[in-house]
Nanobody
Framework: QVQLVQSGGGSVQAGGSLRLSCAFR????????MSWYRQSPGKEREVVSS???????NYADSVKGRFTISLDNAQNTVYLQMNSLKPEDTAMYYC???????????????WGQGTQVTVSP
């Protein structure tokens, strides 16, 4: 099963910053939407942020004003810049790619392998 390659993450004190990266699979003549999710122990996986092929981005209320998603289509990489981190941001973070190819109708999704973010008080 194909997995996207993530990097970044780690441990930081509250108020610190981290940047996550995710190399996604680009497809010619296809729309690609990228998302970041996170999951804490005992909790369901939740969407943190997303960006579509038009560059429109969305954020969970809990991270608005602190996290920024960006896309480098030349490098097929999506980033999540996380500033002013809080202990409640501690989780495993995953990137997800959703693609839809207009010419063939093919669609699918890929997930990253996950990367741990730990924020200490």
């Amino acid at each position: 099963q194909v997995q996207l390659v993530q990097s970044g993450g780690g441990s930081v004190q509250a108020g610190g910053s981290l940047r996550l990266s995710c190399a996604f699979r680009g497809f010619d003549y296809c729309d690609v939407d990228m998302s970041w999710y996170r999951q804490s122990p005992g909790k369901e996986r939740e969407v943190v942020s997303s960006i579509d092929s038009d560059g429109s981005s969305n954020y969970a209320d809990s991270v608005k004003g602190r996290f920024t998603i960006s896309l480098d289509n030349a490098q097929n990489t999506v980033y999540l810049q996380m500033n002013s981190l809080k202990p409640e941001d501690t989780a495993m973070y995953y990137c997800k790619e959703d693609y839809f190819c207009w010419s063939s109708g093919a669609r699918g999704q890929y997930w990253g392998q996950g990367t741990q973010v730990t924020v200490s008080p």
